[in-house]
């Protein structure tokens, strides 16, 4: 079971990026999906998360209005639509997947059951 980050770099203030989160050696149809980041010296965040069944959604205050998470079961991804970016997103971003309740509940704090290695962003001018 893996799951893959991908999108990450570096962007300048105010610009976009796109990370992506595809699993393999599993479907992701029965797990809610969670990104998360983590700063140096900082703790793991809870950015945004995304339900099995219904799509619902969550986010974290800092990123409100400004990130939208989104799934496509037929490709097996996640991705994370990150506009408007500032300084302060700068981390290495996580993605991660939880089987609990079919996944039809999904969090912000960091029990989920498989995790991504990371992609770095960086917003800097």
């Known amino acids: 079971l893996q799951l893959v980050e991908s999108g990450g770099g570096l962007v300048q203030p105010g610009g976009s990026l796109r990370l992506s989160c595809a699993a393999s050696g599993f479907t992701l149809d029965y797990f809610a999906v969670g990104w998360f980041r983590q700063a140096p010296g900082k703790e793991r965040e809870g950015v945004s998360c995304?339900?099995?069944?219904?799509?619902?959604?969550k986010y974290g205050d800092s990123v409100k209005g400004r990130f939208t998470i989104s799934r496509d079961n037929v490709e097996n991804t996640v991705y994370l639509q990150m506009n408007s970016l500032k300084p302060e997103d700068t981390a290495v971003y996580y993605c991660?997947?939880?089987?609990?309740?079919?996944?039809?509940?999904?969090?912000?704090?960091?029990?989920?059951?498989?995790w991504g290695q990371g992609t770095q962003v960086t917003v800097s001018s």
């Open positions: 995304i339900t099995s069944n219904d799509g619902s959604t």
């Open positions: 991660a997947a939880d089987p609990t309740a079919l996944g039809r509940v999904c969090r912000l704090t960091t029990e989920y059951d498989y």
